[in-house]
């Protein structure tokens, strides 16, 4: 928590609804950096508001930092740009519209994706005014991200090392494959959807980008723009 005015509150009201699943807790803690560099810290989602400007162009912007291996989040920010909300007569000026980026962002920072449903992973204009909390589907999307076994984890800095054994080693091209072919269906979906919402006339207001690192790890970004 790095935030200032009614954004921490906004924060905990958001991590009260997404801590309503059985597969992720987050935890309100102090922050650990500054609002307007708003640097990463690992095993940690660092949360900040600031007068970035509305030359900018965006609402919200979410980083995702992974590991060596470019599977796990290690760590996470979550930037919120003050001058669209806070603009005089400006329509984010609007507590829903707060409430919505937060939830947004903050699913992204936890590994999930877009969704065409009422929950607050909805990027369309209509949704920021309207759809403010998660929904049982988002639940049931992060059992599914976060079902495995092994004992890896990056919770308050720490990180255990995976166990591997033969049997792991067997099965390691079966699961690549397997982990393919839920890519490219993943891939398949965010196409479709993408052509359902040109044909509509939909603005999907956001910009996923993918940057690999001078030391090797990727960052993922989300760029949720204003109208």
Not at 139 to 163: C, H, M, P, W
Not at 188 to 204: H, Q, V
Not at 213 to 219: F, N, P, R, S, W
Request: aromatic share 8%.
């Amino acid at each position: 928590d790095n935030l200032t005015g009614d954004w921490s509150g906004i924060m905990q009201t958001a991590v009260n609804q997404w801590d309503k699943n059985d597969t992720v807790t987050i935890k309100k803690v102090s922050g650990s950096t500054g609002a307007q560099s708003c640097s990463p810290t690992t095993g940690r989602i660092e949360i900040c508001n600031w007068n970035y400007g509305t030359q900018e162009g965006w609402l919200g912007l979410t980083r995702l930092y992974f590991d060596d291996r470019g599977n796990r989040i290690e760590a996470a920010t979550l930037e919120l740009n003050h001058s669209f909300f806070n603009q005089k007569n400006g329509q984010y000026n609007d507590y829903d519209a707060r409430l919505h980026t937060m939830c947004h962002e903050m699913g992204h920072t936890v590994g999930l994706e877009h969704v065409d449903t009422t929950s607050c992973m909805n990027d369309s204009q209509y949704a920021v005014f309207h759809y403010v909390k998660p929904i049982n589907k988002d639940f049931k999307d992060l059992a599914r991200i976060y079902k495995n076994t092994d004992s890896y984890t990056t919770v308050d800095g720490k990180q255990k090392k995976e166990k591997k054994d033969k049997k792991d080693k067997k099965g390691g091209k079966n699961n690549k494959k397997k982990q393919d072919s839920r890519e490219k269906a993943k891939q398949r979906k965010k196409d479709l959807r993408k052509k359902r919402a040109n044909s509509e006339g939909i603005d999907t207001r956001e910009t996923v980008s993918v940057e690999r690192m001078a030391d090797g790890k990727t960052v993922v970004t989300y760029i949720t723009w204003a109208e």
